[in-house]
């Protein structure tokens, strides 16, 4: 993988790993960086507001079922609304809903966010080429709320959460993060 002189010039803070030799434009990276980094907004909005409303209404226990029940289908009507090409799903090396198990390709970028991570170099966004025409822009989610903690941090077997997981979710990995871990990925495939 070589990192991109050019996207020096869009944001320091941002590293470019391609997986092929071709040169993105400047105008054309620019394009896909815009593109993903407002279809990740959308997402990360919908579910952050849908989350907190259910916290205030319903507790935890009210979260959880929402976000069991409604986080899939509602990142797949965000989806629909979404221009032709383009999709967004959320990615974890450490997932608790087997549908946001990453592939291959995006298991490789979580490593290299994971060290980035360690070595506190992440970037606000990476974008890599998978084929001619598609190009995967990819959002670190890093756990910034005390709130995640609650569904992803220590959680006691027994308690009324533990048992609703441990049903829900029998093979989860997605516990025992701490505040300002890599919690995994917004990634946006763009297909042009
Ligand atoms: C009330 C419980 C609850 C809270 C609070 C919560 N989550 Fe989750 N989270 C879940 C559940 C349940 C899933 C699986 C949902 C699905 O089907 O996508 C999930 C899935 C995820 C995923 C997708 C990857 C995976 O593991 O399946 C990410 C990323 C994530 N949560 C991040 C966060 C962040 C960041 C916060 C804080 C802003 C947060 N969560 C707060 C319950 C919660």
Known sequence: ?????TITLLTLNAALLLASSEVIKEEKLEQIV?????????LLKTL???LEKHMKSGGVMGAFNFCADEAYPLTEGVNKGLEKGVSVKRISLKYRNPANAPKADEIAVLESLNAMKAS?????????????KTFKYYKPLVIEKEACLKCHGKIMKDSELGKALGARYPLDTAINYEMNDLRGAVVVTITK
């Open 1 to 5: 993988m070589k990192l991109l002189p």
């Open 34 to 42: 815009k593109t993903g980094d407002a279809s990740a907004k959308v």
């Open 48 to 50: 952050g507001s849908n």
């Open 120 to 132: 506190n170099t992440l970037p606000a966004y990476i974008v890599k080429q998978t084929d001619d």
